[in-house]
């Protein structure tokens, strides 16, 4: 089995990478943090595949691909998780941010796929399937949140994505997984607060936490035997399931949140 992972220098990705490993995977391992990759690898016996690159550069996500196949052959899995995030309101969010982010998390995505797909339709199949594109979304990608409103907008674009590209790709036999975490023990909100003006309540980020081996998990399950989706919260799944008939409803939830995160940050105008 031959899995790709962009973003596979910290958090989901790594973990991802080692658990894979357990199973005897070979691993391709991108990000741009090229120490920690080699790191990793080492750690995981050596054997792997490393490549520097930022998914927001076409010709990164091309040559991560071109020298999966050169190396191995085939793709088996393509994991898009390389992302981040930014805590701003919308409107104080600027127009290069926002290009910045869909340019990491939307087309560093979709040029994975382009550059995967050819080789893709073309591999043989192995249980039923000749490949699977695997996309790290979140929890905000079926329902925006306040302050982090352009970071839900790549998420639901990588959703709706998948969701059209998984009924496309079926006669193919090339399945299609996306994967909805809520908040996850990673460098993700360190990441955030480097790049936003605000900072989020503690006690709304330790409140719905998961671990990055229970996301992995979930994953791996999903790798083992394709679904459309996985989230790792059956709880959040229902509740967003739910909101999605009654937006104004949430709306007054996640308003009892805007005010919590305005007075934690009195001196950012929001
Ligand atoms: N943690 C959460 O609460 C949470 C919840 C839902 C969804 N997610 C999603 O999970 C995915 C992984 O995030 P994480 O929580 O594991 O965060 P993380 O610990 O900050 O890891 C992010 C990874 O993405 C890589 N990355 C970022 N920009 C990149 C770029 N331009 N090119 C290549 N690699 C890039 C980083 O590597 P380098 O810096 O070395 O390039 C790093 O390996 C993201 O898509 C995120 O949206 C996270």
Request: hydrophobic residues 40%; positive net charge.
């Amino acid at each position: 089995m031959v899995v790709v992972i962009t973003g596979a220098s910290a958090g989901i990705g790594a973990a991802l990478a080692r658990s894979l490993y357990e199973q005897k995977a070979h691993l391709v391992l991108a990000a741009r943090r090229l120490d920690r990759l080699e790191a990793l690898n080492r750690e995981l016996g050596g054997q792997h595949l490393v490549v520097r690159a930022d998914v927001s550069e076409p010709n990164d996500c091309q040559n991560i691909v071109q020298q999966t196949i050169r190396r191995f052959g085939r793709i088996d899995t393509l994991v898009a998780n390389a992302g981040y995030g930014i805590y701003d309101p919308v409107v104080q969010t600027t127009p290069q941010q926002t290009r910045e982010i869909f340019a990491t998390n939307v087309f560093g995505t979709t040029d994975l796929v382009y550059a995967a797909a050819p080789f893709m339709f073309r591999q043989d199949q192995r249980d039923g399937w000749r490949g699977q594109i695997m996309i790290v979304s979140s929890v905000c990608g079926r329902r925006g949140v306040p302050f982090l409103g352009m970071y839900s907008g790549t998420k639901s674009a990588q959703l709706a994505i998948a969701e059209a590209m998984r009924v496309e790709l079926e006669p193919h036999k090339i399945a299609v997984t996306t994967i909805h975490p809520i908040m996850t023990k990673t460098d993700f909100g360190r990441t955030a607060e480097t790049r936003s003006r605000i900072v989020l309540p503690q006690e709304d980020r330790s409140r719905m936490t998961q671990s990055v081996e229970h996301v992995a998990r979930r994953m791996i399950e999903a790798i083992r035997r394709p679904r459309p989706e996985v989230w790792p919260s059956q709880a959040a799944r229902i509740v967003v399931g739910f909101g999605t008939l009654m937006p104004g409803l949430v709306d007054r939830v996640l308003s009892r949140y805007r005010d919590r995160v305005r007075e934690k940050n009195p001196s950012v105008p929001l």
